[in-house]
Protein backbone atom coordinates (compact mmCIF):
# COMPACT_ATOMS: atom_id res chain seq x y z
CA UNK A 1 0.00 0.00 0.00
CA UNK A 2 1.41 3.42 -1.05
CA UNK A 3 1.38 5.82 2.10
CA UNK A 4 0.63 9.42 1.53
CA UNK A 5 2.58 11.61 4.01
CA UNK A 6 0.93 15.53 4.12
CA UNK A 7 2.96 18.31 6.06
CA UNK A 8 2.63 20.46 7.50
CA UNK A 9 -0.21 18.71 9.74
CA UNK A 10 -1.98 22.76 10.45
CA UNK A 11 -0.77 25.80 8.56
CA UNK A 12 -1.52 29.45 9.86
CA UNK A 13 -1.87 31.81 7.26
CA UNK A 14 -3.33 35.13 7.10
CA UNK A 15 -6.14 36.02 4.35
CA UNK A 16 -4.68 37.38 1.38
CA UNK A 17 -1.61 35.59 1.80
CA UNK A 18 -0.34 32.03 -0.31
CA UNK A 19 -0.23 29.12 1.09
CA UNK A 20 1.76 25.90 0.19
CA UNK A 21 0.73 22.59 1.32
CA UNK A 22 2.76 19.37 0.77
CA UNK A 23 1.64 15.66 -0.58
CA UNK A 24 4.79 13.10 -0.40
CA UNK A 25 4.13 9.30 -1.54
CA UNK A 26 5.81 6.22 -0.12
CA UNK A 27 6.44 5.23 -3.58
CA UNK A 28 6.19 6.78 -7.52
CA UNK A 29 2.63 7.70 -8.49
CA UNK A 30 3.61 9.31 -11.98
CA UNK A 31 1.41 11.94 -11.98
CA UNK A 32 -1.74 9.70 -10.55
CA UNK A 33 -2.68 12.76 -7.70
CA UNK A 34 -5.67 14.24 -6.99
CA UNK A 35 -6.30 17.27 -4.05
CA UNK A 36 -9.90 18.01 -2.53
CA UNK A 37 -10.57 20.00 0.03
CA UNK A 38 -13.18 19.65 2.85
CA UNK A 39 -14.96 22.03 5.36
CA UNK A 40 -16.81 21.17 8.22
CA UNK A 41 -19.23 19.39 7.69
CA UNK A 42 -19.58 18.97 4.24
CA UNK A 43 -18.33 16.60 1.63
CA UNK A 44 -14.22 16.60 0.28
CA UNK A 45 -14.72 18.46 -2.87
CA UNK A 46 -11.95 17.45 -6.20
CA UNK A 47 -10.06 20.43 -6.64
CA UNK A 48 -6.95 18.98 -8.44
CA UNK A 49 -6.72 16.09 -10.38
CA UNK A 50 -3.11 14.80 -12.52
CA UNK A 51 -1.36 16.21 -10.49
CA UNK A 52 -1.67 20.11 -12.16
CA UNK A 53 -5.24 20.01 -14.14
CA UNK A 54 -7.92 22.36 -12.07
CA UNK A 55 -11.40 20.19 -11.77
CA UNK A 56 -14.48 22.33 -13.13
CA UNK A 57 -15.27 25.69 -11.47
CA UNK A 58 -12.14 25.77 -9.22
CA UNK A 59 -10.42 29.17 -9.26
CA UNK A 60 -7.16 30.12 -10.87
CA UNK A 61 -5.78 30.85 -7.20
CA UNK A 62 -5.59 26.94 -7.00
CA UNK A 63 -2.73 25.35 -8.44
CA UNK A 64 -0.75 21.83 -8.15
CA UNK A 65 1.97 20.51 -8.63
CA UNK A 66 4.74 17.80 -8.54
CA UNK A 67 5.48 14.34 -9.72
CA UNK A 68 6.41 10.85 -8.83
CA UNK A 69 6.84 11.23 -4.96
CA UNK A 70 6.39 15.09 -4.34
CA UNK A 71 3.62 17.30 -4.80
CA UNK A 72 2.41 20.67 -3.96
CA UNK A 73 -0.69 22.63 -3.94
CA UNK A 74 -0.68 25.81 -3.88
CA UNK A 75 -2.84 28.75 -3.44
CA UNK A 76 -2.52 32.36 -3.97
CA UNK A 77 -3.85 35.30 -1.99
CA UNK A 78 -6.12 33.15 0.03
CA UNK A 79 -10.04 34.16 1.05
CA UNK A 80 -11.76 33.04 3.51
CA UNK A 81 -13.59 30.25 2.17
CA UNK A 82 -10.24 28.71 1.88
CA UNK A 83 -9.56 27.65 5.28
CA UNK A 84 -10.46 24.03 5.43
CA UNK A 85 -8.87 20.87 5.51
CA UNK A 86 -6.50 19.44 2.33
CA UNK A 87 -6.00 15.78 1.56
CA UNK A 88 -4.27 14.59 -1.66
CA UNK A 89 -5.22 11.40 -3.36
CA UNK A 90 -3.27 8.66 -5.12
CA UNK A 91 -4.62 6.46 -7.43
CA UNK A 92 -1.78 5.05 -9.33
CA UNK A 93 -1.84 2.12 -6.97
CA UNK A 94 -4.33 0.04 -5.13
CA UNK A 95 -5.39 0.20 -2.86
CA UNK A 96 -6.61 4.02 -3.57
CA UNK A 97 -4.96 5.79 -0.61
CA UNK A 98 -5.24 9.56 1.33
CA UNK A 99 -2.91 12.06 2.87
CA UNK A 100 -4.42 12.70 6.47
CA UNK A 101 -4.92 15.77 5.44
CA UNK A 102 -3.33 19.72 6.48
CA UNK A 103 -5.97 21.92 8.25
CA UNK A 104 -5.23 25.61 6.91
CA UNK A 105 -6.12 28.05 9.27
CA UNK A 106 -6.94 31.46 9.81
CA UNK A 107 -3.85 33.44 11.35
CA UNK B 1 -26.69 18.44 -12.17
CA UNK B 2 -25.44 15.27 -10.54
CA UNK B 3 -26.10 14.40 -7.04
CA UNK B 4 -25.53 11.47 -4.61
CA UNK B 5 -27.58 10.69 -1.95
CA UNK B 6 -26.49 7.96 0.89
CA UNK B 7 -29.43 6.27 3.17
CA UNK B 8 -29.62 3.28 5.77
CA UNK B 9 -29.26 2.87 9.32
CA UNK B 10 -27.66 5.43 11.59
CA UNK B 11 -26.97 2.86 14.13
CA UNK B 12 -25.72 -0.62 13.81
CA UNK B 13 -24.85 -3.15 16.94
CA UNK B 14 -21.53 -5.02 16.69
CA UNK B 15 -20.81 -8.12 14.77
CA UNK B 16 -24.00 -6.89 12.78
CA UNK B 17 -23.83 -5.60 9.01
CA UNK B 18 -23.69 -2.66 8.31
CA UNK B 19 -25.74 -1.49 4.85
CA UNK B 20 -25.93 1.65 2.91
CA UNK B 21 -27.27 2.31 -0.27
CA UNK B 22 -26.64 5.40 -2.65
CA UNK B 23 -29.25 6.93 -4.94
CA UNK B 24 -27.39 8.73 -8.08
CA UNK B 25 -29.54 11.54 -9.73
CA UNK B 26 -28.81 13.91 -12.40
CA UNK B 27 -27.05 11.04 -14.52
CA UNK B 28 -26.83 6.99 -14.55
CA UNK B 29 -24.92 4.86 -12.88
CA UNK B 30 -24.19 2.95 -16.39
CA UNK B 31 -22.24 6.02 -17.19
CA UNK B 32 -19.35 4.74 -19.46
CA UNK B 33 -16.14 4.98 -17.85
CA UNK B 34 -17.15 5.53 -14.39
CA UNK B 35 -17.06 3.68 -11.31
CA UNK B 36 -19.21 4.33 -8.08
CA UNK B 37 -17.38 4.08 -4.73
CA UNK B 38 -17.68 3.85 -0.79
CA UNK B 39 -14.99 6.58 1.07
CA UNK B 40 -15.82 6.37 5.07
CA UNK B 41 -14.18 8.80 7.55
CA UNK B 42 -14.12 7.97 11.01
CA UNK B 43 -14.66 11.17 13.30
CA UNK B 44 -12.32 13.37 13.73
CA UNK B 45 -9.55 11.24 11.14
CA UNK B 46 -8.92 10.92 7.38
CA UNK B 47 -10.33 9.69 4.35
CA UNK B 48 -9.96 5.69 3.47
CA UNK B 49 -11.54 4.37 0.45
CA UNK B 50 -13.58 0.99 0.88
CA UNK B 51 -14.58 -0.35 -2.47
CA UNK B 52 -15.86 0.42 -6.17
CA UNK B 53 -17.98 -1.02 -8.60
CA UNK B 54 -19.09 -0.49 -12.50
CA UNK B 55 -22.06 -0.93 -13.93
CA UNK B 56 -20.82 -4.07 -15.00
CA UNK B 57 -20.35 -5.44 -11.36
CA UNK B 58 -16.55 -5.56 -11.54
CA UNK B 59 -15.50 -4.23 -8.28
CA UNK B 60 -12.66 -3.16 -6.29
CA UNK B 61 -12.26 -3.67 -2.65
CA UNK B 62 -9.70 -1.99 -0.11
CA UNK B 63 -7.24 -5.51 0.63
CA UNK B 64 -8.38 -4.20 4.62
CA UNK B 65 -11.72 -4.71 4.30
CA UNK B 66 -11.54 -7.17 1.58
CA UNK B 67 -13.27 -10.11 3.49
CA UNK B 68 -16.28 -7.40 5.00
CA UNK B 69 -17.29 -5.81 2.31
CA UNK B 70 -19.70 -6.13 -0.43
CA UNK B 71 -20.41 -3.67 -2.89
CA UNK B 72 -23.27 -4.40 -5.64
CA UNK B 73 -25.16 -2.08 -8.35
CA UNK B 74 -28.85 -1.96 -9.11
CA UNK B 75 -29.05 -0.43 -12.67
CA UNK B 76 -32.66 -0.24 -12.56
CA UNK B 77 -32.99 1.78 -9.44
CA UNK B 78 -29.75 3.73 -10.67
CA UNK B 79 -28.50 2.54 -6.99
CA UNK B 80 -25.34 1.31 -5.58
CA UNK B 81 -25.30 -0.22 -1.91
CA UNK B 82 -22.28 -0.81 0.29
CA UNK B 83 -22.78 -4.08 3.08
CA UNK B 84 -19.86 -4.11 5.80
CA UNK B 85 -20.23 -7.47 7.94
CA UNK B 86 -19.40 -7.89 11.75
CA UNK B 87 -18.85 -4.48 12.18
CA UNK B 88 -16.86 -3.18 15.80
CA UNK B 89 -16.45 0.32 16.99
CA UNK B 90 -13.49 1.23 14.70
CA UNK B 91 -16.46 0.85 11.72
CA UNK B 92 -17.71 4.15 13.31
CA UNK B 93 -17.72 6.77 10.67
CA UNK B 94 -19.31 9.01 8.03
CA UNK B 95 -19.66 6.91 4.87
CA UNK B 96 -19.66 9.17 1.73
CA UNK B 97 -20.63 7.47 -1.87
CA UNK B 98 -18.89 9.09 -4.56
CA UNK B 99 -18.27 9.01 -8.46
CA UNK B 100 -14.69 7.82 -9.16
CA UNK B 101 -13.53 8.77 -13.11
CA UNK B 102 -12.12 5.51 -14.28
CA UNK B 103 -11.34 4.10 -11.38
CA UNK B 104 -9.23 7.07 -10.28
CA UNK B 105 -9.94 10.49 -8.76
CA UNK B 106 -13.47 11.11 -6.93
CA UNK B 107 -15.16 14.00 -8.99
CA UNK B 108 -19.14 13.74 -7.35
CA UNK B 109 -19.45 13.27 -3.70
CA UNK B 110 -22.36 12.29 -1.50
CA UNK B 111 -23.12 14.49 1.30
CA UNK B 112 -22.14 11.71 3.54
CA UNK B 113 -24.18 9.59 6.74
CA UNK B 114 -22.92 9.12 9.86
CA UNK B 115 -23.12 5.14 11.18
CA UNK B 116 -22.17 4.71 15.00
CA UNK B 117 -21.82 0.87 15.54
CA UNK B 118 -22.81 0.81 19.41
CA UNK B 119 -24.95 -1.90 21.61
Known amino acids: EIVMTQSPATLSVSPGEGATLSCRASQSVSSNLAWYQQKPGQAPRLLIY???TRATGIPARFSGSGSGTEFTLTISSLQSEDFAVYYC?????????FGQGTKLEIK | QLQLQESGPGLVKPSETLSLTCTVS??????????WGWIRQPPGKGLEWTGSIYYSGSTYYNPSLKSRVTISVDTSKNQFSLKLNSVTAADTAVYYC???????????WGQGTLVTVSS
Open chain 2, 98 to 108: ARQFVVAYFDY
Open chain 1, 89 to 97: QQYNNWPRT
Open chain 1, 50 to 52: GAS
Open chain 2, 26 to 35: GGSVRSSGYY
